[in-house]
């Protein structure tokens, strides 16, 4: 009888006790940075995150004896990516919802919202300082927001013309690119949500004409819009005014087949995902390119039709022990890959380790 107890305190205590760490996939642990030596690393792939067993991890020894393997829940589809305050939103189309993953408490799970909040078709999304969610679904044509609980709040959008592919908050504002009506639409931040501005003008003629916005980022001074019919960045003032092109259609550096998710770093260096290179390119203020990094699958840190990246500086500590010591992370970048086995690749921005970076280091620990 003894025995007995002994061993389902045992099972017990296997049973409610787990790993709460984020757990790279097989073959993860192979350094892969961009560019390859003899030049200067400047990205460093950290890990990929395809399920729920990436995020929670599997059952080990005893507990895997008596529970069986538990099941795991891919991502299924995914485009929009989001980063904020410790959680990873992810939006796929296949499920009609989102994959959330708590970094914090190494959770992952299924936003499948239903009755008001029912999704169709969720492209991006965006989460504000208050943690509500702002979802652009292309089939409902409306932008969708939940609270910071996750229950629908409100959704709006236009009658006519009108099929949001991407949603961005900036300066108390919502900016929303608009593939049907070939515009960016600006919306006010509060209860209303009432249409304050769109542009460019609808005119094939006029300058900075958008064929096909599909994707969006919005700085302190300008708004950048991927123009997937056009295959350029065009970006704009905040007011509307264009300013310039980025890229050209074709083959070679610094051109785009299929450009999709876009963001700009901190220093005005702009990264663009393009389905059809299958990488991620970048170029710096002016135009000109850096380097690019990704390329055609075969193994870790490649891509496979990769869809929207975000950038991020506020949730490094999660990914820092990643890092090769001989290198500083300065920023995260996700990219999202809609195919292949890898659904959600996760990036670092690094520079080389110096004595003065490595004290600060040590120092915030």
């Not at 600006?186 to 599909?214: I, W």
């Not at 220093?267 to 850096?290: C, H, M, P, R, W």
């Amino acid at each position: 009888m003894k025995f007995r107890i002994i061993l389902f305190t045992l099972a017990i205590s296997l049973f409610v006790s787990c790993s709460r760490s984020l757990h790279p996939a097989g073959g993860q642990n192979k350094l892969v940075i961009y560019p390859s030596p003899p030049d200067t690393a400047r990205i460093q792939f950290l890990m990929t995150i395809s399920n729920s067993v990436d995020v929670e991890g599997g059952r080990r020894g005893f507990k895997k004896f008596i529970l069986g393997k538990e099941e795991e829940i891919p991502i299924g589809k995914p485009y929009g990516v989001n980063i904020f305050n410790g959680k990873i939103y992810i939006c796929d189309g296949l499920k009609h919802g989102l994959e959330i993953i708590d970094l914090k408490k190494n959770t992952f799970r299924d936003f499948i919202p239903t009755a008001k909040g029912e999704l169709k078709n969720p492209i991006n999304c965006f989460v504000d300082k208050n943690e509500y969610l702002y979802v652009a679904d292309g089939d409902r044509k409306q932008i969708v927001v939940f609270d910071e609980k996750g229950e629908y709040f409100a959704s709006f959008g236009e009658k006519e013309n009108f099929k949001p592919t991407d949603v961005f908050i900036r300066d108390n504002k919502i900016w929303v690119s608009n593939l049907a009506g070939h515009q960016i639409n600006v919306y006010s931040n509060d209860a209303e949500y009432k249409l304050l501005n769109k542009f460019p003008e609808v005119n094939l003629d006029s300058t900075g004409y958008l064929f096909s916005p599909t994707n969006i980022f919005v700085t302190d001074n300008n708004v950048y819009v991927t123009d997937f019919g056009d295959f350029k960045v065009k970006i704009y003032t905040k007011e509307g005014q264009f300013v310039k092109t980025v890229g050209t259609y074709g083959e070679g550096l610094g051109q785009f087949a299929r450009p999709k998710g876009i963001a700009v770093d901190l220093e005005s260096n702009l990264y663009v995902v393009d389905a059809g290179f299958e990488n991620v390119q970048i170029f710096d203020k002016n135009g000109k390119l850096l380097m690019f990094f990704g390329g055609n699958y075969k193994g870790p840190g490649d891509m496979w039709l990769p869809a929207k990246l975000t950038i991020d500086y506020d949730n490094l500590q999660y990914f820092e022990k990643y890092v090769d010591p001989s290198y500083h992370l300065k920023y995260l970048i996700l990219v999202t890959n809609q195919f292949g086995p890898d659904k959600l690749n996760i990036y670092g921005h690094v520079e080389p380790m110096t004595p003065e970076l490595k004290e600060n280091k040590q120092q915030k620990k």
